[in-house]
């Protein structure tokens, strides 16, 4: 089993930037991919943005692409999402998870099986 913890989320003024970080701990070894989902209000489930764990390669959505960057630090486990020119529809709760085991669509939840508690976004206009 893998445990997340997120932190970094708050309230920003749009344009403005936040950096989001989990931490995993447990049997990381064993962690195949990772990702970045948001939930809004009344709104569905989005993968943001997800990276492959030993090769570091990426994926984005539409709607984050050249805002957004997903990376991670392999060696001290740390997941990390930097957004920057952040809009009101960016507001969410952001969650990160982990994969043990590779999937058809890395983008979709039913991939992971860990999970964090979530981190609120908020964008102000």
């Known amino acids: 089993q893998v445990q997340l913890v997120e932190s970094g989320g708050g309230l920003v003024q749009a344009g403005g930037s936040l950096r989001l970080s989990c931490a995993a701990s447990?049997?990381?070894?064993?962690?195949?991919?990772m990702a970045w989902f948001r939930q809004a209000p009344g709104g569905e489930g989005e993968c943001v943005a997800d990276?492959?764990?030993?090769?570091?390669?990426?994926y984005y959505s539409d709607s984050v692409k050249g805002r957004f960057t997903i990376s991670r630090e392999h060696a001290e486990n740390m997941l990390y999402l930097q957004m920057n020119s952040l809009k009101p529809e960016d507001t969410a709760v952001y969650s990160c998870a982990a994969a043990t085991r590779a999937g058809v669509l890395m983008s979709k939840d039913y991939e992971y099986d860990s999970w964090g508690q979530g981190t609120q976004v908020t964008v102000s206009s």
């Open positions: 447990g049997r990381t070894f064993s962690i195949y991919n």
């Open positions: 990276i492959r764990w030993s090769v570091s390669r990426t």
